[in-house]
């Protein structure tokens, strides 16, 4: 196996990519109301990099402005746009790369409608979260204070309410929670300063249009899941499941990606909870038994939009499926779906992968999987769920392993979902479907409590 030592050496291209947004982004942390010689050279700097291209003129302007200081929210807008665009084409390069390495073939792109008009009362909601940011771009994360924060409060209560911003209203609720619970920072070295303005820039450009939602098409075939990636911080908790969808005489490469809000109180098995129309999908995958799917939404980026029913069929072998499709140069015919623009960023890389043959690598409380000369490839445990089955432990004594490839602070990493451990499956989400169907199993917990306290509080209203 020549994949993992070949996959480390990047590009000098994208070398020099990297070294620029670190210096767009230095910008962020002292205040664009506080910028100096060195950040102004690292505007213009940005402005030569899209010389001839839709963005050119509209970036001269917006630098043009910020040096001058004419500090107007399109300006950010801007600049947003520019940054977004940089890791969109990192992205794309990445990705090309890992599958040109994997033996995988191209991914068709598909057409995506253009957006819709917003109505008025999302539009003034958009013109507020823009005004919000750039007060935030202006202060810069070194000095920024609570007080910048608590006025958007009121904001943002009404985005959460609001229907048609629930993408935008889940991105700015963990990033206003995040900052509060931050700042003021006492330390400017310990910004995660490529986190933030990551976010940042993802919550302006969700200001500047709705989304373009493509096409759904209803789809009728068979699905198994083969991994589950599970995330949450105290406000949110979500999960995709990848898996493949057997379907029109073709095997497509498919995700289902379901959330839900919840309270710091919510913790442990109790998160299965707020899935309760996810119970057939995450059933199925306890059981490792194929899911019946009829006239099911799939869209052209590979997103089933889930339907609560779904009929069990017979058994398959998660491994066995996994590394018929995903080992290296696996020469299958699967179907790869195009990425949305929202999602193409490094962070958003996510490549299914099996690899068995490796040694492991203990070094301190990192494990690293060692195919000697032909490479070596770190495991992401900071991907792990604390609520996974899966643990550092069980992924040493792994003969096998699927999960995805990562990308993140330069380097490659590989995220387990599924190890073999002599002979058994271990895997996150085993036992989601469990905690589900226990008798009463809402009854008594934090999920049923709140429940019902809203309920008597909707009765009395």
Not at 160 to 185: D, K, S, W
Not at 288 to 311: F, M, V
Request: charged share 20%; aromatic share 8%.
């Amino acid at each position: 196996m020549a994949f993992p030592g070949a996959l480390h050496q990047l590009g000098e291209s994208n070398q020099v990519v990297f070294d620029l947004i670190a210096s767009l982004d230095e910008c962020f942390i002292i205040g664009f109301a506080n910028l100096d010689d060195q950040h102004l050279q690292t505007l213009q700097g940005l402005v030569r990099v899209f010389t001839g291209t839709p963005l050119q003129q509209s970036l001269t302007d917006a630098v043009a402005a910020i040096s001058s200081n004419e500090f107007l929210d399109k300006h950010f807008a801007v600049l947003a746009s520019a940054r977004a665009a940089i890791q969109g084409a990192l992205f794309d390069t990445l990705k090309s790369q890992v599958r040109s390495l994997l033996g995988r073939g191209e991914i068709a792109e598909a057409e995506f409608e253009e957006s819709s008009e917003s109505p008025n009362n999302v539009k003034v909601l958009l013109a507020s979260v823009r005004h919000w940011l750039m007060e935030i771009a202006l202060v810069g994360y070194a000095r920024l204070d609570t007080a910048t924060l608590v006025h958007f409060a009121g904001t943002l209560e009404q985005i959460q309410a609001e229907p048609l911003l629930i993408r935008q209203a889940a991105l700015l609720t963990g990033y206003f929670n995040e900052l509060m619970r931050h700042v003021p920072v006492v330390d400017s070295q310990g910004i995660p300063v490529y986190r933030w303005v990551d976010l940042w820039t993802q919550a302006m450009i969700g200001t500047l249009r709705p989304a373009n939602l493509p096409k759904s098409q209803l789809i009728s075939g068979n699905l198994e899941i083969l991994g589950l990636d599970l995330r949450q911080h105290a406000n949110l908790v979500s999960f995709t499941a990848y898996g493949l969808l057997d379907a029109n005489n073709q095997t497509q490469l498919v995700r289902v990606t379901q959330s839900a809000y919840k309270v710091d109180a919510i913790n442990n098995e109790q998160i299965w909870l707020l899935f309760p129309n996810a119970t057939a999908l995450l059933d199925a995958f306890a059981q490792t038994r194929i899911l019946h799917l009829k006239d099911t939404p799939l869209l052209p980026t590979g997103d089933l939009l889930w339907q609560s029913q779904a009929e069990l069929g017979q058994n398959y072998n998660l491994m066995e499926r996994a590394e018929k499709f995903f080992a290296e140069n696996a020469g299958n015919s699967l179907v790869y779906s195009t990425v949305a623009a929202s999602d193409r960023h490094p962070i958003q890389l996510a490549e299914p992968i099996f690899f068995s043959k490796y040694k492991v690598i203990k070094n301190d409380e990192n494990i690293v999987l060692s195919w000697g000369d032909a490479g070596e490839l770190s495991i992401a445990k900071e991907r792990i769920s604390s609520l996974s089955e899966l643990n550092l432990d069980a992924i040493a004594k792994s003969q096998q392993i699927f999960g995805l490839l990562r990308f993140d602070a330069g380097k490659w990493t590989v995220q387990p979902l599924a190890v073999t451990v002599k002979n058994k499956t271990i895997y996150t989400g085993q036992t989601a479907a469990q905690v589900i169907s226990k008798k009463d199993s809402i009854k008594g917990s934090v999920v049923g409590i709140l429940q019902e306290r809203s309920s008597r509080l909707l009765r009395k209203g």
